[in-house]
């Protein structure tokens, strides 16, 4: 785009920052941020942006420099639930427990009824071997009468949204997939797949 001339966006550089941070290109990710900023100074920093830039940080275990441009939002655009929510998720895949529990109490004024916060936080203590505190994070759950939602996916066909939740036969469909999944497990079996004795467990809703 810029050697043919072509202004970029605001959607522009969250499309690049956002391909960045997926591919683990950390310094060529910090460099479109600084390039938004000298070079495209005219286009407004959305909150999209310092997202982008703090999943960069935070997967590639930069945390405090994650935190770091968090705190620096603050007096321009204070952080949403998913640039802290994202942050959260790092603190996780890097054992970080103290900015878990740091960026715990902002999500908790936040979201105080959001269920995968606290079922994070509570996963982030059993990685680490914290069993007191995935304790009292499920407690609290509970006494705030908090229940954790079960896991779903969907797909769309023709028009119509499907969800499928484990182990549900609602959908009006549900023996048919079960033929499927069977048949599947037959499939696995007869190729020797090391893995065909698993149970398949359809994601029915």
Not at 53 to 62: E, F, M, Q, T, Y
Request: include cysteine; hydrophobic fraction near 40%.
């Amino acid at each position: 785009m810029q050697k043919m001339g072509v202004q970029p966006d605001g959607v522009t550089f969250t499309g690049a920052l956002t391909a960045c941070s997926h591919a683990g290109l950390v310094d060529e990710g910090l460099n479109y941020y600084k390039l938004m900023q000298r070079k495209y100074s005219k286009i407004p920093m959305r909150i999209e942006h310092y997202g982008c830039v703090v999943d960069l940080l935070g997967r590639a275990g930069r945390l405090e420099e994650a935190m770091d441009l968090v705190e620096r939002m603050m007096p321009v655009m204070g952080p949403n639930e998913v640039v802290l929510g994202s942050l959260l998720a790092a603190c996780r895949m890097h054992k970080n427990v103290g900015l878990a529990e740091k960026l715990m109490g902002w999500l908790v004024e936040l979201e105080p009824d959001t269920d995968s916060n606290f079922v994070l936080l509570s996963n982030i203590y059993a990685d680490v071997g914290r069993w007191d505190g995935a304790v009292r994070v499920r407690n609290m759950m509970k006494s705030l009468g908090i229940k954790k939602s079960p896991g779903f996916s969907g797909v769309e066909i023709d028009g119509n949204c499907h969800e499928f939740v484990s182990g549900d036969r609602r959908h009006m469909r549900s023996e048919d997939i079960y033929d499927v999944l069977e048949l599947l497990r037959f499939e696995m079996k007869m190729r020797r797949y090391d893995g065909y004795d698993c149970e398949l467990q359809p994601f029915i809703g």
